[in-house]
Every structure is written in structure tokens, then in C-alpha cells.
């Protein structure tokens, strides 16, 4: 085995460079087609995730391997080679091993135990297969890194140690002030992209009760899909797609946005975002104003209680506007307990009984009530939902939060620069690092690095035997060829032997051979699984004068055997 993997991931570069060197799917299936096109290489596997870029292959020689990957990595990637060569790790054989099963259990992640990894490895493996480019080595390595990662997961409780990237990601939105439960309550979402990371995302969101996921993605049929999959999870989330071209408007009236596509330029520039935020700052403005000339108004009006006025001009401004008045109205449930209706009336399920309810009411309080109505449901549409009574969402500085936004791209989907615009909080995968840069190891991720070693040991163990089989092999064709040889030269010396005596004649034989051949072949394979144990089978090669064409014929008839099998 000459196992060899050069990569780099969120621990060896900053995220403006992981940005730029991200790998599209039409430059992964060149990439490994050129890897396997170069000398040094025989099997190829790239795992590309928003945080990670590893070229994983068997190579013939370290060093002309490592520049070659190298090379090759900076060509596909579209970074100078010059330049991407100071974040670039290698991992060589048995730590390659290592490496990648800490990957699979979540050791490396970002967010120590998330278990997306797994499905990103099985995207790598089924790639490799798909374009003949993983041979036995990788094949093995990949199943058994998939073994090893849900083996972590069922035995530990590394789960614990973290949560999923989306999760993660939440809790970061919601700055530590509450449960991520509390503050998604009743919120709108906007999520973009209908691919794996924004699957989950919009099943985290709906898992932890937000009122409605919007899903906007380029391709229709996917973002139907995904929308299909979200009302039929059993959360009770309202669901609906939406071309892309609306993605504008929607932001004017969700609450949280969370994007991870594909895309290689921005997909929500800073300028679309503080023209959103400003819409729905003006709107409320204007509602504000028009609730305080109610407010000043109302000792001018016959029979109005200028109490109740001012009851509802503090409504209204705290909720965002006034809409058309009307007197029979349903509640809307999701208006804070805090706000009050002006009008002393119950709010019943149904407008049938919301009518009944309000029979023998003044006109003036119908239409005060239905005004409250209505402004309520503007509220639930348009501003943050107030889980206190004191408090509203809000940034590190204290400033109210009115758009929250998630960006789990690589590259990244959102302007960066929409942090700095009032009313917005934005997360991106460089926040993110940074506030997991020190999180705490759980007890469990000793108990899973336990694992790792055991299974890096019995990985190497068992290629190693394998590497001697092909000899191994060999020699027991060997030897088969002498007892047929020597089997054929009794034939012509006795040839009145019948049928039964020459077939116990050559079945003695062979069981002699078998006897002779069996412990050094057992215990040779033994021996070559230890570390160093290689060299066994160059010695059996040498004491036997085995052909080393027979022994490339038997290997190469094996790796043959195991791709087909695994593709």
C-alpha cells in the first residue's frame, strides 16, 4: 500500500482561500482523470465538502507524488500553485489511513461530530466507482472509513460532541440568548438551493418550528421536491417553492434566509439585501405614522375613546402597519400574547364564530378591533417574533435583528459585506470556524480516537496481507504445476496403472504439498501483516524463484475482481 492523500481543509487555510480553490463536479471528474493520467498515480478519490479539498491516490513514489497531486490540485482548483502550497497537508500510508477515518467519524470537522461527512464520503466512493478511478486500495479505504464513521456514531456519543453544520449554525444566529427552539418559533424562512446541505437545512428548520420554509432553487422540480418532503415530514410546516427571480421578494418578508448552492458568484449581493431591509423598515415607518395620526386624530372623531386610540396607535407602531379595517376577522395565533386587542372581544377559530362573538359591538369598536386584526397578522408577516416580553432578536450589539442569514456555501453565497448593514446578522462558514475554533472536547471523542487507532491497525494489518496473497498465490500454482508435471512423468514410467491408482497416486502427492506449503504460507501472512512485514514476501519471491510476471498476473486478476465487484 502507498496510500498518499494532499489536501487542505479549514484548519490549514483560511477561508478565502478554501473559497477560491473549491472544485465544481465538472472540475472533480477532470481532476481524477488527470490524476490517474500522471506516472505516480494507479487509483484516484477527491472528497470535496465546503471545507475541505483532499486528493486522495496510490502512488508509486512519495515525492513525485506529492508534487504532482500538488500541481494537479492547484490547476483544477484555479490557485496558483505558488500560493496554495503553504496550506497544503500530506498524509502518507498509514496516517493517510488515520486521517481519513478521523474524517469520517467527525473528528476533523468543523462542528466535531457531525455526521454529513458520511454521506460526502459515499459521494466520493460512488464517484471513484462511477469513473473507474478507485481501484482495491480506495474501494477498501473508503468502505471501511464509512464502517469506521457509523461505528463512532452507534458506540459513542460523539453526536453530543457537536451538531450538524446547520444546527451549528443557528445556534450562532441566535448569539447564545435562547434555544434555537424558542427563537425559530413561528419565524419564516427562506432557504436557497435544494441540494444536500440545504435539504437539511430546511429540515432543521422545520424540525425546530419554524412557521413556513420557502425554497427557492434554479431547477424547479427540485425545490417542488424538497417542498413535497418538508409537508410530508409531520412538523406541521408550511411549504412552498419559488423561482429563483423571486427570491427579492421574499426577502422582504422572512424572518431568516440560509443559502448553500453551487453557485460561483454571489447569489444575494449586499445591495439586494439593504434594499430588502430598507423596504420593510419604510413600510413600517410608514404604518408608525399613520397609527400616531389615528392616535392624534381620535378626540376629533364622534364618540371615540381617545384611550383606546392610543392603545392602538401603540400596537401599531410596535407592529408595522395599518391595513384596511374590517370588523369580522380571524385572530392570528401567532401575534405576541403581549399585544393586546384594544377591544375587550374574545378571538374564536372561525370567522363564523368570530362574527357571532361580535354581535351587538359599537361600529367603532368593529372597526378598531379589525383594524388590531389585521395589524396583528401584518406583524406575524413582517416583524421578528417577540418570544418575551422584553426582548427581540437581536445582534451582538444590541441592535434589532430583522433579517438573519446563513451561509453555508463554498464559495460563499452571500456578500460578506452584509454584516455591516443595519437590521442584518449574517453567519458564514468563516464565523463559523471561528466560534468552533475552541469549543469543548467531549469525554466521547477519546472513546472514538480509541477507535480510530484500532481500526487504523487492522486497515494496515489487512492490506498487508493482502499484499503477500498475490505471492502467496502464486506459489501454490507453483507447486500445483510441479505435482502435475511429476503426475504426468509417473504416467509414462507405469502405465498400467488404472484410473483408481493414478487418482491416489495423485491425490497423495498433492496432500504432501498442501502439508509442506501450509504453515510457512500461514505464517508468512501472519508476518507480513506487522509493520514491516513487507519484505516477507520479496523473500518467498527470492527462496522459491517465483516469476515476477506470474505474481503481477495474479494481482492484477485481483484488483480486476474487486473494482467490478465494487462498481
Given at each position: 500500500?502507498?496510500?498518499?492523500?494532499?489536501?487542505?481543509?479549514?484548519?490549514?487555510?483560511?477561508?478565502?482561500?478554501?473559497?477560491?480553490?473549491?472544485?465544481?463536479?465538472?472540475?472533480?471528474?477532470?481532476?481524477?482523470?488527470?490524476?490517474?493520467?500522471?506516472?505516480?498515480?494507479?487509483?484516484?478519490?477527491?472528497?470535496?465538502?465546503?471545507?475541505?479539498?483532499?486528493?486522495?491516490?496510490?502512488?508509486?513514489?512519495?515525492?513525485?507524488?506529492?508534487?504532482?497531486?500538488?500541481?494537479?490540485?492547484?490547476?483544477?482548483?484555479?490557485?496558483?500553485?505558488?500560493?496554495?502550497?503553504?496550506?497544503?497537508?500530506?498524509?502518507?500510508?498509514?496516517?493517510?489511513?488515520?486521517?481519513?477515518?478521523?474524517?469520517?467519524?467527525g473528528l476533523d470537522s468543523m462542528v466535531v461530530g457531525e455526521g454529513q461527512i458520511l454521506g460526502q464520503i459515499k459521494d466520493t466512493l460512488a464517484l471513484g466507482q462511477e469513473l473507474h478511478t478507485a481501484g482495491r486500495l480506495l474501494n477498501d479505504l473508503f468502505q471501511q472509513a464509512l464502517r469506521?464513521?457509523?461505528?463512532?456514531?452507534?458506540?459513542?456519543?460523539?453526536?453530543?460532541?457537536?451538531?450538524?453544520?446547520?444546527?451549528?449554525?443557528?445556534?450562532?444566529?441566535?448569539?447564545?440568548?435562547?434555544?434555537?427552539?424558542?427563537?425559530?418559533?413561528?419565524?419564516?424562512?427562506?432557504?436557497?438551493?435544494a441540494g444536500s446541505m440545504s435539504s437539511l437545512a430546511a429540515a432543521t428548520l422545520a424540525r425546530v418550528g419554524v412557521a413556513e420554509v420557502v425554497v427557492a432553487n434554479r431547477t424547479a422540480e427540485r425545490a417542488d421536491r424538497l417542498v413535497e418532503i418538508l409537508v410530508a415530514s409531520g412538523t406541521?410546516?408550511?411549504?412552498?417553492?419559488?423561482?429563483?427571480?423571486?427570491?427579492?421578494?421574499?426577502?422582504?418578508?422572512?424572518?431568516?434566509?440560509?443559502?448553500?448552492?453551487?453557485?460561483?458568484?454571489?447569489?444575494?449581493?449586499?445591495?439586494?439585501?439593504?434594499?430588502?431591509?430598507?423596504?420593510?423598515?419604510?413600510?413600517?415607518?410608514?404604518?408608525?405614522?399613520?397609527?400616531?395620526?389615528?392616535?392624534?386624530?381620535?378626540?376629533?372623531?364622534?364618540?371615540?375613546?381617545?384611550?383606546?386610540?392610543?392603545?392602538?396607535?401603540?400596537?401599531?407602531?410596535?407592529?408595522?402597519?395599518?391595513?384596511?379595517?374590517?370588523?369580522?376577522?380571524?385572530?392570528?395565533?401567532?401575534?405576541?400574547?403581549?399585544?393586546?386587542?384594544?377591544?375587550?372581544?374574545?378571538?374564536?377559530?372561525?370567522?363564523?364564530?368570530?362574527?357571532?362573538?361580535?354581535?351587538?359591538?359599537?361600529?367603532?369598536?368593529?372597526?378598531?378591533?379589525?383594524?388590531?386584526?389585521?395589524?396583528?397578522?401584518?406583524?406575524?408577516?413582517?416583524?421578528?417574533?417577540?418570544?418575551?416580553?422584553?426582548?427581540?432578536?437581536?445582534?451582538?450589539?444590541?441592535?434589532?435583528?430583522?433579517?438573519?442569514?446563513?451561509?453555508?456555501?463554498?464559495?460563499?453565497?452571500?456578500?460578506?459585506?452584509?454584516?455591516?448593514?443595519?437590521?442584518?446578522?449574517?453567519?458564514?462558514?468563516?464565523?463559523?470556524?471561528?466560534?468552533?475554533?475552541?469549543?469543548?472536547?467531549?469525554?466521547?471523542?477519546?472513546?472514538?480516537?480509541?477507535?480510530?487507532?484500532?481500526?487504523?491497525?487492522?486497515?494496515?494489518?489487512?492490506?498487508?496481507?493482502?499484499?503477500?496473497?498475490?505471492?502467496?498465490?502464486?506459489?501454490?500454482?507453483?507447486?500445483?504445476?510441479?505435482?502435475?508435471?511429476?503426475?504426468?512423468?509417473?504416467?509414462?514410467?507405469?502405465?498400467?496403472?488404472?484410473?483408481?491408482?493414478?487418482?491416489?497416486?495423485?491425490?497423495?502427492?498433492?496432500?504432501?504439498?498442501?502439508?509442506?506449503?501450509?504453515?510457512?504460507?500461514?505464517?508468512?501472512?501472519?508476518?507480513?501483516?506487522?509493520?514491516?512485514?513487507?519484505?516477507?514476501?520479496?523473500?518467498?519471491?527470492?527462496?522459491?524463484?517465483?516469476?515476477?510476471?506470474?505474481?503481477?498476473?495474479?494481482?492484477?486478476?485481483?484488483?480486476?475482481?474487486?473494482?467490478?465487484?465494487?462498481?
Open positions: 500500500m502507498s496510500l498518499l492523500v494532499v489536501g487542505l481543509s479549514h484548519r490549514s487555510a483560511p477561508v478565502s482561500v478554501l473559497e477560491r480553490a473549491s472544485l465544481s463536479a465538472d472540475a472533480k471528474v477532470k481532476l481524477l482523470h488527470d490524476t490517474l493520467a500522471a506516472e505516480p498515480a494507479t487509483e484516484a478519490a477527491v472528497l470535496a465538502t465546503c471545507n475541505r479539498i483532499e486528493l486522495y491516490a496510490d502512488v508509486d513514489k512519495f515525492h513525485a507524488g506529492v508534487a504532482e497531486l500538488s500541481t494537479l490540485l492547484a490547476q483544477h482548483s484555479g490557485v496558483a500553485l505558488e500560493e496554495l502550497t503553504p496550506y497544503l497537508y500530506v498524509h502518507y500510508e498509514d496516517r493517510a489511513v488515520h486521517h481519513l477515518f478521523s474524517v469520517a467519524c469506521v464513521g457509523k461505528r463512532a456514531h452507534s458506540e459513542t456519543g460523539i453526536d453530543r460532541a457537536g451538531q450538524s453544520l446547520v444546527t451549528f449554525g443557528l445556534e450562532q444566529l441566535t448569539a447564545g440568548r435562547e434555544p434555537v427552539e424558542s427563537w425559530a418559533a413561528g419565524k419564516r424562512a427562506l432557504v436557497i438551493g406541521g410546516v408550511a411549504a412552498r417553492a419559488v423561482p429563483m427571480a423571486g427570491v427579492a421578494d421574499e426577502l422582504t418578508r422572512v424572518d431568516v434566509v440560509v443559502s448553500c448552492t453551487g453557485a460561483t458568484g454571489l447569489v444575494l449581493t449586499g445591495d439586494e439585501i439593504a434594499a430588502a431591509v430598507d423596504g420593510a423598515v419604510a413600510e413600517e415607518s410608514a404604518a408608525a405614522a399613520a397609527a400616531s395620526d389615528a392616535a392624534a386624530a381620535g378626540p376629533a372623531l364622534d364618540g371615540l375613546d381617545p384611550e383606546v386610540v392610543a392603545r392602538l396607535a401603540a400596537v401599531a407602531a410596535a407592529g408595522g402597519r395599518l391595513a384596511d379595517l374590517g370588523g369580522a376577522r380571524t385572530i392570528s395565533a401567532t401575534v405576541a400574547a403581549g399585544d393586546g386587542c384594544p377591544v375587550d372581544v374574545p378571538a374564536p377559530a372561525t370567522t363564523a364564530a368570530g362574527r357571532a362573538a361580535l354581535t351587538g359591538v359599537d361600529a367603532t369598536s368593529l372597526e378598531l378591533h379589525g383594524t388590531w386584526a389585521d395589524q396583528g397578522e401584518a406583524a406575524a408577516h413582517r416583524q421578528p417574533r417577540k418570544d418575551t416580553a422584553a426582548g427581540t432578536r437581536g445582534r451582538a450589539d444590541g441592535a434589532p435583528v430583522r433579517l438573519a442569514l446563513l451561509d453555508l456555501a463554498m464559495p460563499r453565497d452571500i456578500d460578506a459585506a452584509a454584516h455591516r448593514i443595519p437590521g442584518v446578522r449574517l453567519v458564514d462558514i468563516e464565523s463559523l470556524a471561528e466560534a468552533s475554533a475552541d469549543a469543548p472536547m467531549a469525554a466521547d471523542v477519546d472513546a472514538v480516537r480509541g477507535i480510530v487507532a484500532d481500526e487504523v491497525a487492522a486497515f494496515g494489518a489487512a492490506q498487508r496481507a493482502a499484499h503477500i496473497t498475490p505471492t502467496v498465490v502464486a506459489l501454490r500454482a507453483m507447486a500445483a504445476e510441479v505435482v502435475a508435471m511429476e503426475v504426468a512423468r509417473l504416467d509414462g514410467r507405469l502405465p498400467e496403472l488404472d484410473q483408481r491408482q493414478r487418482a491416489e497416486v495423485t491425490q497423495t502427492v498433492r496432500r504432501v504439498v498442501d502439508k509442506l506449503l501450509h504453515a510457512p504460507t500461514v505464517r508468512v501472512k501472519q508476518l507480513a501483516s506487522e509493520p514491516g512485514g513487507a519484505g516477507y514476501a520479496e523473500a518467498l519471491r527470492e527462496l522459491f524463484d517465483l516469476d515476477p510476471q506470474t505474481v503481477a498476473s495474479v494481482s492484477r486478476a485481483d484488483q480486476d475482481h474487486d473494482s467490478g465487484r465494487a462498481s
